[in-house]
């Protein structure tokens, strides 16, 4: 099993930044895909980004891929998201998640939510004017 807790968000300011952080423990992921999805108030959860096991491949939705960072450190057992001029349409909670059913250091990354069957608790993210 592997346990995660997001971390990061807070109350800011449209164009502001916030980092996400995704502490994993438990069995590692560190050599599996991990991403973020995230749901806003009244909408359906949807996908963030994506990241491999070891940083190579990034994926991102359209509407934040000029403005958000995938990254991780295995060392630390952590998955960030680095999250630049924020706008009132990413008010969401936040959630971490883990793919532990492929292969090993699988270069891959997907959007699709069915895959990951370790999720966290989210954080919550509000943007206002």
């Known amino acids: 099993q592997v346990q995660l807790l997001a971390s990061g968000g807070g109350l800011v300011q449209a164009g502001a930044s916030l980092r996400l952080s995704c502490a994993a423990s438990g069995r590692s992921p560190s050599a599996h895909t991990m991403s973020w999805f995230r749901q806003g108030p009244g909408k359906e959860r949807e996908f963030v980004a994506s990241i491999s096991w070891n940083g190579a491949r990034t994926f991102y939705a359209n509407d934040v891929r000029d403005r958000v960072t995938i990254s991780r450190d295995n060392n630390k057992n952590t998955l960030y998201l680095q999250m630049d001029s924020l706008k009132l349409d990413d008010t969401a909670v936040y959630y971490c998640?883990?793919?532990?059913?492929?292969?090993?250091?699988?270069?891959?990354?997907?959007?699709?939510?069915?895959?990951?069957?370790?999720w966290g608790p989210g954080t919550q993210v509000t943007v206002s004017s």
């Open positions: 998640a883990a793919e532990l059913g492929h292969a090993r250091y699988a270069d891959y990354v997907t959007s699709d939510p069915t895959v990951y069957e370790f």
